[in-house]
């Protein structure tokens, strides 16, 4: 498996969850990483993304709820979701692209990898 992703879960809107994608070595010493989420019915969204550079871009819809890191001792992404609201609810996937701005990009085929997804469900 090249990205895994844990994390989601159920919770009430206000609360907070981390979601974590997990990456081979090889992915994550080159690549850019990031989250999308998607609903049914509607595309696949960007939440956030970080690169090596330490670009840092998030969603505007999540700025300032949210906040990605990656800890290379374990080839590990993060997401922390705080001020969670019942529009989070989604599935949220890790991707890893070759730059922060494929992530931004109006089509996601610039994405190389995707990691399964994990449901986050925030209630009312």
């Known amino acids: 498996v090249q990205l895994q992703a844990f994390g989601g879960g159920l919770v009430q809107a206000g609360g907070s969850l981390r979601l974590s994608c997990a990456a081979s070595?090889?992915?994550?010493?080159?690549?850019?990483m990031g989250w999308f989420r998607q609903t049914p019915g509607k595309e696949r969204e960007f939440v956030a993304a970080?690169?090596?550079?330490?670009?840092?871009r998030y969603a505007e819809s999540v700025k300032g709820r949210f906040a990605i890191s990656r800890d290379t001792a374990k080839n590990t992404v993060y997401l922390q979701m705080n001020s969670l609201k019942p529009e989070d609810t989604a599935v949220y996937y890790c991707?890893?692209?070759?730059?922060?701005?494929?992530?931004?990009?109006?089509?996601?085929?610039?994405?190389?990898?995707w990691g399964e997804g994990t449901q986050v469900t925030v209630s009312s």
């Open positions: 070595g090889h992915i994550f010493s080159r690549y850019s």
């Open positions: 991707a890893a692209a070759r730059s922060t701005a494929v992530f931004t990009a109006v089509a996601t085929t610039g994405v190389h990898y």
């Open positions: 970080t690169g090596w550079s330490g670009v840092i």
